[in-house]
């Protein structure tokens, strides 16, 4: 009589917690740095991958040093984890559409003129309409906010040049101005413009180059046949339109500033301003989100409430 001997596959089994641990892991490739975006201590984190990997039967993670990196069974883990978790997020605002929306809170990001100077009052009259949601704002130059955009770290961003980072969705908002800014008792604070050349004589004060003030002044004096910035004699590079501001006022040099950053000092006839010459300079503050991922409500909400300013401003 044969002996028949009967072999049963291991039971695989994971709940969605386990796997959302488990896809910052592989995605930060760090405990640490996983367990932060989790909101758990690095050694809870650890146990949640070792009690994943005991019920699924398998090793997911491998340790190189101080980083991780997922094994074959890891990445095919992984990829149905993407899945999973956006099912689940998917599942979750339908049901916040249904029950209407009540609540939320929204991370937006916005690079200095906007973040400082526009975006603040328009989030007032956005709070009017939605009283229970919840809206922080991150300021940063144009580069760190497009930057956490892309990595997930804010839902929206507002910044001050075109982005150019393809997976994220770009539409522009509002006009701005950009403005040569001098002290009172400037020579040519009477003037309504100055030239290139005279611009390239003055002591000037620049923005840091992520910023997009930085990046459309370069633009502009480049089409108009200048190598940019490069051109100018600098006096400092400072990291905002207010410490500029402070430092005109000082008498550390001029600068380029937008139109908005200024309204108060030329209402109160501190700071004066000048086109230069047959350069008229503009740009477009641009809204931006990331296109892979799927938006909130109360994130599709901003972003309606944010392009429905754009043609009033």
């Known amino acids: ?3 028949q001997r009967h072999t049963s596959m291991p039971a695989v089994d994971f709940d969605l917690r386990q796997l959302e641990i488990f896809k910052k892991v592989v995605e930060l490739r760090s ?6 975006a989790v909101f758990l201590a690095q050694a809870s984190v650890s146990e949640r991958i070792a009690t994943l990997e005991s019920m699924v039967g398998t090793k997911l993670i491998d340790r190189m040093g101080r980083k991780v990196v997922p094994t074959k069974a890891g990445e095919i883990l992984y990829k149905h984890a993407i899945l999973l978790l956006e099912m689940k997020e998917t599942a979750r605002m339908e049901m916040q559409v249904f029950l209407g ?10 690079s200095t003129i906007p973040g400082e100077y526009i975006l603040p009052r328009i ?9 229970s949601l919840l809206v922080t704002l991150d300021i940063g130059d144009t580069g760190k906010i497009e930057k956490k955009v892309a990595d997930g770290g804010l839902e929206l961003g507002v910044i001050g040049s075109r982005s150019s980072i393809q997976q994220l969705l770009v539409r522009e908002l509002w006009r701005d101005e950009l403005v040569v800014v001098v002290p009172k008792g400037h020579p040519r604070a009477g003037e309504k413009e100055i030239g290139i050349q005279e611009l390239k004589e003055e002591p000037f004060i620049l923005r840091e180059k992520g910023s997009g003030t930085f990046r459309i002044i370069d633009e502009h004096l480049r089409r108009a046949g200048f190598k940019g910035t490069d051109e100018l004699h600098p006096a400092a590079l400072l990291g905002t339109s207010t410490a500029i501001k402070e430092g005109i ?3 550390l040099g001029i600068s380029i500033l937008s139109a908005r950053a200024i309204e108060t000092e030329i209402r109160a006839g501190t700071l004066a301003t000048l086109r230069i010459k ?3 300079m503009s740009r477009s503050f641009f809204l931006v989100r990331d296109r892979r991922r799927i938006a909130s409500p109360a994130c599709a909400a901003l972003w309606d409430f944010l392009l429905g300013t754009a043609a009033d401003r």
């Open 249 to 251: 006022k000082a008498g």
């Open 1 to 3: 009589m044969t002996d």
């Open 101 to 110: 929306l009540k609540g939320g809170s929204i991370h937006l990001g916005g």
């Open 123 to 131: 989030l007032g009259e956005f709070k009017r309409k939605y009283p």
């Open 31 to 36: 405990f640490s740095k996983a367990a932060e």
């Open 278 to 280: 047959g350069i008229p």
